[in-house]
């Protein structure tokens, strides 16, 4: 006689996923590996299979993998998803563990955000103001970006090396007081971070 539900967890998951994975089609999908541990309490017939349930963003939850037999499955994600999942475990003689909340999320963002700097007048005195924007992606229906949260700005003169004036700002303007040669061109480039 087996009258208790199994149990199981599943174990947790980096927080952001940036890349697609290798073999991923099409080349907006990303590999989320889960895994998941289980036990059945005595007196006990054994763990029998595994369902594992996925929402994404802030849809419904749905079975995607049932009759899983191991403690792990490759889940192909979508770009722009928060995703979240959980498992339930199924003993032999046929006690389902009781449905739970969400135990392991992460966020697939596979877009790089973008920056620009702001064209300034054919000349200028210096000191002088700089100002960039920027935007994150993806964009579209059913995609969340991760959200922008640092730049940095580079500048060069008279087409020389590219050097910093600003990294890791969260800001968008900044006074250009580095030294300034008479009669030079300056070129700016802006790059951003976003939070996966």
């Given at each position: 006689?087996?009258?208790w539900?199994?149990?199981?967890?599943?174990?947790?998951?980096?927080?952001?996923?940036n890349?697609?994975?290798?073999?991923?089609?099409?080349p907006?999908?990303?590999?989320?590996?889960?895994?998941?541990?289980?036990?059945?309490p005595?007196?006990?017939?054994?763990?029998?299979?595994?369902?594992?349930?996925?929402?994404?963003?802030?849809?419904?939850?749905?079975?995607?993998?049932?009759?899983?037999?191991?403690?792990?499955?490759?889940?192909?994600?979508?770009?722009?998803?928060?995703?979240?999942?959980?498992?339930?475990?199924?003993?032999?003689?046929?006690?389902?563990?009781?449905?739970k909340?969400?135990?392991?999320?992460?966020?697939?963002?596979?877009?790089?955000?973008?920056?620009?700097?702001?064209?300034?007048?054919?000349?200028?005195?210096?000191?002088?103001?700089?100002?960039?924007?920027?935007?994150?992606?993806p964009?579209?229906a059913?995609?969340?970006?991760?959200?922008?949260?640092?730049?940095?700005?580079?500048?060069?003169?008279?087409?020389?090396?590219w050097?910093?004036?600003?990294?890791?700002?969260?800001?968008?303007?900044?006074?250009?007081?580095?030294?300034?040669?008479?009669?030079?061109?300056?070129?700016?480039?802006?790059?951003?971070?976003?939070?996966?």
């Amino acid at each position: 006689t087996d009258r208790w539900p199994p149990t199981s967890t599943m174990l947790p998951l980096p927080p952001y996923v940036n890349a697609g994975s290798p073999g991923a089609r099409p080349p907006d999908r990303a590999i989320v590996s889960l895994e998941w541990q289980g036990s059945d309490p005595d007196p006990w017939t054994g763990i029998d299979f595994f369902r594992v349930y996925a929402q994404r963003n802030d849809g419904p939850f749905v079975l995607v993998f049932d009759q899983v037999e191991g403690f792990t499955k490759d889940f192909e994600a979508r770009n722009g998803g928060l995703y979240r999942f959980s498992v339930q475990a199924v003993d032999q003689a046929g006690n389902l563990e009781l449905a739970k909340a969400a135990e392991a999320q992460t966020h697939v963002d596979l877009t790089p955000p973008t920056a620009l700097v702001q064209p300034q007048g054919p000349f200028v005195r210096g000191p002088f103001a700089l100002s960039w924007q920027g935007s994150d992606g993806p964009t579209g229906a059913d995609m969340i970006a991760s959200g922008l949260v640092a730049y940095n700005l580079y500048f060069r003169i008279n087409g020389g090396e590219w050097r910093p004036t600003a990294l890791g700002v969260t800001g968008t303007t900044k006074l250009f007081d580095d030294p300034l040669v008479e009669n030079a061109v300056y070129e700016f480039m802006a790059g951003a971070y976003d939070a996966a």
